[in-house]
């Protein structure tokens, strides 16, 4: 009987990790990329990653992937919690002129956003928060994404755990000492019971701190209607 790759490449035994099934990216962190299937970020595909709260160290676990996407396409950042962090950025060596700032007001808003930028199919990433999103929402965004070859993330909180989900690859993250603490929940491959340590850079704020520090800052005041946030100004 043949192997379930050689019959179709999104086959795979559930003892063994799928292979070329799907483009990918690769992390930048040696531990987590092999226990990812293709060694990397799958890509056109819905990725969760959940956190206890937002500025863990989610964004700088992303860092070394959204450093290898082409400077010509945008990163998108759909309903943050904060505003992005320029000085964190240039400190990356990422082009602050990549970011594209989505801030809806409404949740039904932001996805509607994150809908269009993956149909659009311009971005090299795209990266959403979303606190509340009912099941339906998501298998619309993971079939939107399989159209495209962009690096598509959706942060989410820890307790959507228990919920079920369409996405391929769903990542638990909570913050340890110098880094993440990594609880591959679900994956196309064999189960994965033992958290992951990954070790991420500093802050560029807190070169010293021995705690994770959140890259994002609160904004003082929400900007009026019609008017550019100083911060963002490029």
Known sequence: MQSPERIHPALWRATQMAKGAARSL???HAALSAELPDGGWPLGSLIELLTPH??????RLLRPALAQLETRRPI??????????IASWM????????L???APEKPVDALWATEQILKNGSCGALICWLPHVRPESLRRLHLAAQASDLLFIAVRPSN????ATPAPLRLALAPAP?????HILKRRGPVCDTPLYVGLEPGALTPSSPRHAPLDRR???????????PALAA
């Open 26 to 28: 690769p992390t930048g």
């Open 54 to 59: 937002p500025g863990i160290g989610e964004i």
């Open 76 to 85: 998108a950042l759909v309903h943050p919690p904060h505003a992005p962090h």
């Open 91 to 98: 400190s990356w060596r990422l082009d602050p002129r990549q």
């Open 100 to 102: 594209l700032w989505v």
């Open 160 to 163: 959507a755990a228990q919920n």
């Open 178 to 182: 110098g880094g993440l603490s990594v």
């Open 219 to 229: 904004l003082p005041a929400l900007p009026a209607a019609g008017r550019t946030t």
